[in-house]
């Protein structure tokens, strides 16, 4: 047996009760904290640094990115590589350095290449997102120089234009449409077609190659190396370990450590436990619980190896994804094609479309029985309790079918993965993923079925399935239209999803087309047999076919993320300097994270924060509001309104919006109370646990259709001025018209723009009953006059002061007039100043969710004086992410 270890824990030392680090080279120590607390709140609460945003909460959006430095004992070096500050716990980088984007560069040292090139390929527009952006990239480049590629030509580095992509490729932007986001990336490949590379401000069109080049930002990886890692290294030799009463963390560096740990004796009162390795979990189940005590799995070895057995390979349940990726490749590089080392290969290559980047770096292979079991097994099994914990997964060799011994000549095993998702790489949940290992032989009937394993998974079950009645059926089987036509069959009546599964129907399809198109690989070795002499003819085929399927999703055979294309624009000089590609004012302090947002506009002293309690259902009463836990400060409704006041949040095309649901819930999502609490994440927590007692007693039911609302004569009184005017005959033009719509019907659903920046607001009240109010509105003069209403001030009584929109896409003209009017309301009643910022779900609450949206219509086209109808059915898929997966039927 090979025993392999990567980056192991140290050896067992006594723990340090004190947590300690360093951001872009300050060091801070924190003796005591919330152990729940994320790096993400630290850094824009604790420090200056406020480049870091939070988009999304959940690891999906790049905002947040920082890189992470650590120094590594067995490789006697610093490595560096990104995470996402939103789910990385504060107490897990003990004895880490963490860089910013203010740390690569800013406006009094000096920008960064980087933060000037993204600047010059008009790469920010918000600027919201760039931050996070240009840590990725930073990440991407400090790494790339550590491999054995051959050195770049001055003013590039060793990533290439593939790589340059990729690296942002977990990163969103909802302003830019990305291609001068890709552009200033790919600036720094090394095989980089600069005439590929779109309109900028550092060369004009028709510039030579060696004049664009000395127009770039100079970039020099020996002058832009990572920052702070030389102290990191003289500091942090030995790797320091967090062990704390105080904030309740612990750092086991043995299995026994860790049972007496999780022994019933040691738990205080009950308290929950709660294991730790990357936290990225908590993107995905969102917890409101409290823990009495956090383990920190990562420095105990048997979790940390890398095992190589006669039989497969183990890894340790606490190895990060991208470590599992690295290992596997290289395992696979000394025998690309051996039957082992190809399933290491494909399970790698799918390991990389699970998440971002910077997830992977911080999420292990496991999480959470010292028994062996089988994945099957521990699929079916019911869900681990907390103190649980997988320590291994074993990966098994395979080999083709043996005869007398010895591997039959014509046996090939045939492995590949498939995912589908709304977005190939990144973060977004599948639609469906399968895995298929397939013992294929040859002769002249054709390709022989000796063995296949199909497993199924994402399609709506509670875990991963086995679909045993086909390989049942396809086990001994020459594979031909009959037995392919059978097993998709089959396929349906085994890929079927729980009721209440979106789109159910879709992702059986999804199953039917993954392993059609996985058998249907072999009939090219049929056919090229049936044609040939000899058997070694067909195993000769069977080679090929293997390593053809096996070059189809390497690394090398995959097409780049984005397509090449041109950006033609006719110039002139008539309307000079109109028209010239000058750089934005502000882009480059928007790239290094110091160009300033409401949210990182400091808060005043005695400062409170909000959250909104939302109603869940429409049209009913609200009887009370309660909390278990959580207490908040105050909660703000409508009796807090002045008498001088009125019930106003928002001023509408339509009319006037109430502030806060007075009788009646008017919808579900109405906001019905303010809750105040001394931080931000309490407030929250206060919001999510509130209990709301509803009465519905003798109330109509709530009109949740289109239809309904007709049915029942509800409707909007539409302004005179919105009336459509007509123009020319539409009754001529319609009767002359080849096509002819002969039926048509829409029905749309709410939209969200998802802009990066949540809606926010802070309020601080001033002298001689005035209110000043910041707030990420693009219609300042609206929340001026709704504010002064609701709290019966006069006009110039309220000040609105806009710094700059995250994204707003208009969602912000009319939306955060409530948003900032609570805040004044809270700031009025309570004397102290009152902000908010919103998580990601009750903005989705309030802006009106996501739903489906269908058109269905006929169109008639003449044809020798008759007319034939085409049917057309458009379902867009709009779920709570920024996602929008058309699914198109014609018939």
């Given amino acids: 047996m090979e025993a392999e270890q990567s980056s192991p824990p140290p050896p067992p030392s006594a723990g340090d009760d004190c947590l300690v680090f360093k951001v872009n080279g300050e060091r801070f120590e924190v003796p005591e904290i919330d152990p729940s607390t994320t790096l993400l709140e630290f850094l824009r609460s604790k420090t200056r640094f406020k480049s870091v945003k939070l988009g999304c909460g959940e690891g999906g959006c790049g905002a947040c990115v920082v890189l992470l430095s650590k120094y590594d004992t067995v490789n006697k070096e610093v490595e560096n590589f990104t995470v996402s500050s939103c789910l990385t716990l504060l107490c897990s980088i003990n004895g880490c350095s963490v860089t910013t984007s203010e740390g690569l560069g800013n406006s009094k040292d000096g920008f960064h290449p980087i933060h000037q090139r993204f600047a010059g390929f008009h790469a920010s527009q918000c600027g919201f997102c760039t931050p996070g952006m240009c840590m990725s990239l930073f990440s991407a480049l400090a790494n790339a120089e550590k491999t054995n590629q051959p050195q770049a030509s001055p003013g590039f580095s060793k990533l290439t234009v593939s790589e340059a992509e990729k690296a942002i490729a977990g990163n969103l932007c909802r302003c830019t449409g990305y291609r001068p986001i890709a552009d200033a990336c790919k600036s720094f490949a090394a095989d980089v077609d600069m005439e590929d590379l779109g309109i900028n401000s550092f060369w004009n069109k028709g510039d030579k190659k060696e004049i664009r080049l000395s127009r770039l ?9 990572c920052p702070y890692t030389e102290e990191l290294e003289d500091e942090y030799k030995s790797t320091r370990l967090l062990n704390s009463e105080k904030v309740s963390w612990y750092s086991p560096v043995t299995i026994k450590g860790l049972q007496n740990l999780l022994h019933p004796d040691m738990v205080e009162n009950g308290a929950r436990i709660k294991l730790v390795v990357g936290n990225t979990g908590n993107g995905y189940y969102k917890e409101t619980d409290i823990y009495g005590k956090y383990i920190d799995l990562r420095y105990i070895p048997e979790l940390s190896m890398f095992r190589k057995h006669n039989s497969g390979i183990e890894l340790g349940a606490a190895l990060t994804i991208s470590k599992v990726i690295l290992y596997l490749k290289e395992k696979s590089k000394a025998n690309e094609y051996s039957s082992g080392d190809l399933l290491f290969t494909k399970i790698a290559d799918h390991m990389e479309k699970v998440a971002s980047g910077f997830i992977r770096n911080s999420a292990s292979l496991g999480g959470h029985k010292h028994e062996t079991i089988t994945m099957e097994e521990f699929l079916s099994r019911p869900p681990l309790e907390p103190k649980d914990v997988l320590l291994s997964v074993h990966v098994p060799f395979h080999e083709p079918t043996r005869i007398d011994g010895s591997v039959h000549t014509n046996s090939k095993l045939f492995f590949d993965t498939y995912r589908a998702a709304p977005r190939p790489l990144g973060n977004a949940l599948p639609y469906l993923n399968a895995a298929f290992l397939a013992d294929i032989s040859c002769d002249r009937n054709g390709s022989l079925v000796n063995n296949i394993r199909l497993a199924f998974g994402a399609y709506g079950t509670k875990h991963a399935t086995r679909a045993r009645k086909i390989e049942e059926y396809l086990t001994g089987k020459i594979l031909s239209l009959r037995v392919l036509d059978e097993a998709i069959k089959l396929v349906k009546g085994a890929v079927v999803s729980e009721e209440g599964t979106s789109y159910a129907a879709y992702r059986s399809s999804l199953a039917v087309g993954v392993l059609f198109e996985f058998l249907n690989s072999f009939s090219s070795v049929a056919s090229a047999i049936s044609a040939g002499s000899s058997e070694e003819l067909s195993g000769s085929v069977l080679e090929g076919t293997a390593k053809s399927i096996n070059d189809k999703i390497s690394q090398t055979g995959r097409p780049p993320l984005l397509s090449s294309a041109k950006q033609v624009i006719q110039s002139s000089r008539d309307y000079y300097p109109v028209g010239e590609p000058m750089p934005k004012f502000g882009a480059a302090i928007q790239a290094s994270g110091e160009a300033m947002y409401v949210d990182d506009i400091p808060s005043p002293p005695n400062c409170l924060h909000g959250a909104f309690i939302c109603s869940t259902r429409p049209v009913a009463r609200v009887k009370s509001i309660s909390f278990k836990s959580n207490q908040p400060t105050d909660v703000i409704s409508v009796k807090d309104i002045p008498r001088e006041g009125e019930n106003i949040g928002c001023m509408a095309m339509f009319g006037s919006e109430p502030l806060f649901a007075d009788d009646l819930t008017r919808f579900a999502g109405d906001l019905i109370g303010f809750v105040v609490a001394e931080s ?36 909007f009184d539409v302004p005179p001025y919105l009336y459509p005017q007509e123009v020319g005959d539409f009754s001529k033009g319609m009767a002359e018209a080849d096509h002819k719509i002969l039926s048509a019907k829409i029905k749309l659903g709410s939209q969200y723009y998802f802009y990066m920046e949540t809606q926010t607001a802070l309020a601080i009240p001033d002298e001689d009953n005035c209110m000043v109010v910041y707030s990420s509105i693009q219609c300042p003069e609206f929340a001026h006059r709704v504010i002064a209403r609701c709290l019966g001030v006069p006009d110039h009584n309220v000040r609105v002061l806009t710094r700059r929109v995250g994204g707003g896409f208009w969602w912000k003209g009319t939306k955060s007039n409530a948003v900032a009017t609570a805040c004044a309301l809270a700031a009025h009643k309570l004397r102290r100043p009152v902000r908010i910022y919103l998580d990601r779900k009750t903005d989705m609450i309030i802006a009106g969710g996501r739903h489906p949206m269908k ?37």
């Fill in 855 to 891: 058109i269905t219509y006929s169109v008639g086209f003449k044809s020798d004086g008759k007319i034939t109808a085409l049917h057309l059915d458009i379902l867009i898929n709009a779920g709570v992410t920024a996602d929008i997966s058309p699914i198109m039927r014609v018939t």
């Fill in 217 to 225: 930002p100079s970039y020099n990886p020996k002058d832009h190396t």
């Fill in 680 to 715: 931000q994440k309490n407030a929250n927590l206060a919001a999510k646990t509130a209990l709301v007692e509803y009465d519905t007693e003798g109330l109509d039911p709530p009109i949740l259709t289109v239809e309904e609302a007709v049915e029942r004569s509800s409707f």
